[in-house]
């Protein structure tokens, strides 16, 4: 044999190598892409199986055997029909993990998410030519779903304080409250037998710390009860400041703007005018003597208090649907104060004080007094401390649907 024939045997060896190498590198591209492709496939449907169930659990029957079908099916329609053969779809509610417990570490909102995993079982196209066996791929997804919540589920009047005349009902007051709970994050006093408040069931009168005074007027008896959480994620509306009015209208006192369909009114030296019209209206230094109406209306008490004595009366309704320039939504809030602004603000008229809507000032003692009465449709008030003195007539119905709440929320979580 020549040199020239060992080398050209050696040549087609190497060449035949090269080949083979050469094809198993084509063939594990090949194969990888299914498994990205199949992957990919898997995730998207196990994203919108999960969501559909999380969509369910807030918007249809909200049954939980429902929302878990509604999984199944969107999977199927995705091409994964849980046929025990080439693939299988888990959903949990709560989520479930091997490297932790969800019911343990979620608390009662585990139920708030579902979990979809989707295994796909591939076998390979080529490299079935160098490993005899199936691929398995695994994804998982989970969302949750968080119906509307108020911001203090259950009280029409709440105080946050946790001092201990957070919450005083003294004097010759009378209160019905029908539909929540009158609760105090500190303690409770009432002086004085005369009087009554009636919270009709199921609602309740609770003290997180202590009660003084008489509790004879007081129906039901006032028991010790857990401090109210007030939900997060509240921004403040959206108001613009007294150098940020450059170019809006005029009026007798305010600037006003219409943005994105919303009246905007700033008033830079308290509330000028009587008769509101719709829309927010922002306040520095706040609202002083005058009967004051207005209807489908915001008011945000940036600075200052409120006065109202002798034969003052207020009558504010909210807006159902009302959306600020932040985009945030205020539907059934009527009256808010950030935390910052700690006046009083002072219900003591003789002519009566009517709400439709939320009231939410965390910062500011509440003071109800005067002689006549005050009716609070679909209202919970919030206030740092509450006080009723005098001798009025309070009626409050809570209907949290009429109140202002918070969104459902459906996110993808993982």
Same mark, same amino acid.
């Given at each position: 044999?020549?040199?020239?024939?060992?080398?050209?045997?050696?040549?087609?060896?190497?060449?035949?190598?090269?080949?083979?190498?050469?094809?198993?590198?084509?063939?594990?591209?090949?194969?990888?892409?299914?498994?990205?492709?199949?992957?990919?496939?898997?995730?998207?449907?196990?994203?919108?199986?999960?969501?559909?169930?999380?969509?369910?659990?807030?918007?249809?029957?909200?049954?939980?055997?429902?929302?878990?079908?509604?999984?199944?099916?969107?999977?199927?329609?995705?091409?994964?029909?849980?046929?025990?053969?080439?693939?299988?779809?888990?959903?949990?509610?709560?989520?479930?993990?091997?490297?932790?417990? *969800?019911?343990?570490?979620?608390?009662?909102?585990?139920?708030?998410?579902?979990?979809?995993?989707?295994?796909?079982?591939?076998?390979?196209?080529?490299?079935?030519?160098? *490993?005899?066996?199936?691929?398995?791929?695994?994804?998982?997804?989970?969302?949750?779903?968080?119906?509307?919540?108020?911001?203090?589920?259950?009280? $029409?009047?709440?105080?946050?304080?946790?001092?201990?005349?957070?919450?005083?009902?003294?004097?010759?007051?009378?209160?019905?409250?029908?539909?929540?709970?009158?609760?105090?994050?500190?303690?409770?006093?009432?002086?004085?037998?005369?009087?009554?408040?009636?919270?009709?069931?199921?609602?309740?009168? =609770?003290?997180?710390?202590?009660?003084?005074?008489?509790?004879?007027?007081?129906?039901?008896?006032?028991?010790?009860? $857990?401090?109210?959480?007030?939900?997060?994620?509240?921004?403040?509306?959206?108001?613009?400041? $007294?150098?940020?009015?450059?170019? *809006?209208?005029?009026?007798?006192?305010?600037?006003?703007?219409?943005?994105?369909?919303?009246?905007? =009114?700033? =008033?830079?030296?308290?509330?000028?005018?009587?008769?509101?019209?719709?829309?927010?209206?922002?306040?520095?230094?706040?609202?002083?003597?005058?009967?004051?109406?207005?209807?489908?209306?915001?008011?945000?008490?940036?600075?200052?208090?409120?006065?109202?004595?002798?034969?003052?009366?207020?009558?504010?309704?909210?807006?159902?649907?009302?959306?600020?320039?932040?985009?945030?939504?205020?539907?059934?809030?009527?009256?808010?104060?950030?935390?910052?602004?700690?006046?009083?603000?002072?219900?003591?008229?003789?002519?009566?004080?009517?709400?439709?809507?939320?009231?939410?000032?965390?910062?500011?003692?509440?003071?109800?007094?005067?002689?006549?009465?005050?009716?609070?449709?679909?209202?919970?008030?919030?206030?740092?401390?509450?006080?009723?003195?005098?001798?009025?007539?309070?009626?409050?119905?809570?209907?949290?649907?009429?109140?202002?709440?918070?969104?459902?929320?459906?996110?993808?979580?993982?």
């Amino acid at each position: 044999m020549s040199t020239n024939q060992t080398e050209r045997g050696q040549v087609l060896v190497i060449i035949v190598l090269g080949l083979v190498v050469l094809f198993g590198f084509v063939s594990l591209a090949v194969d990888m892409g299914q498994v990205l492709s199949n992957r990919r496939s898997a995730q998207n449907a196990a994203d919108s199986a999960a969501m559909s169930a999380a969509f369910e659990a807030i918007g249809g029957s909200k049954d939980r055997a429902t929302a878990i079908q509604n999984a199944f099916n969107l999977a199927a329609e995705n091409g994964f029909d849980n046929n025990q053969v080439d693939n299988w779809v888990v959903v949990n509610n709560p989520p479930i993990s091997k490297d932790e417990c *969800w019911t343990c570490t979620m608390g009662p909102t585990a139920k708030e998410y579902y979990q979809v995993i989707i295994t796909v079982k591939m076998d390979p196209i080529f490299a079935q030519v160098f *490993w005899n066996g199936a691929e398995q791929v695994t994804v998982e997804a989970i969302a949750h779903a968080k119906d509307a919540d108020s911001l203090s589920t259950g009280d $029409a009047i709440l105080s946050l304080s946790k001092q201990d005349d957070s919450m005083d009902l003294s004097g010759n007051v009378t209160v019905y409250v029908e539909g929540g709970n009158i609760r105090s994050n500190g303690g409770m006093v009432k002086n004085g037998a005369s009087g009554g408040v009636t919270v009709k069931s199921p609602g309740n009168i =609770y003290y997180a710390n202590t009660f003084k005074g008489s509790t004879s007027p007081l129906s039901p008896a006032p028991k010790k009860g $857990a401090e109210a959480t007030i939900m997060g994620g509240l921004p403040a509306p959206w108001c613009p400041s $007294a150098s940020g009015t450059a170019g *809006w209208a005029s009026g007798s006192g305010y600037k006003t703007k219409k943005i994105d369909g919303v009246n905007y =009114y700033y =008033y830079a030296n308290g509330l000028s005018v009587e008769d509101l019209p719709p829309g927010i209206h922002c306040i520095e230094n706040g609202i002083g003597k005058g009967n004051y109406t207005g209807q489908n209306v915001l008011i945000v008490l940036l600075s200052g208090g409120i006065q109202q004595t002798g034969n003052d009366s207020v009558n504010f309704q909210a807006d159902t649907d009302l959306i600020d320039a932040n985009g945030t939504q205020w539907g059934g809030m009527v009256f808010y104060a950030p935390a910052t602004n700690t006046n009083k603000l002072k219900f003591g008229g003789n002519s009566g004080a009517y709400f439709y809507g939320t009231i939410f000032a965390p910062g500011a003692d509440c003071d109800i007094g005067g002689t006549e009465d005050g009716s609070a449709e679909h209202t919970a008030l919030i206030c740092n401390t509450v006080k009723f003195h005098g001798n009025p007539v309070t009626s409050i119905k809570y209907n949290p649907a009429e109140l202002f709440h918070f969104p459902p929320l459906v996110e993808l979580t993982q």
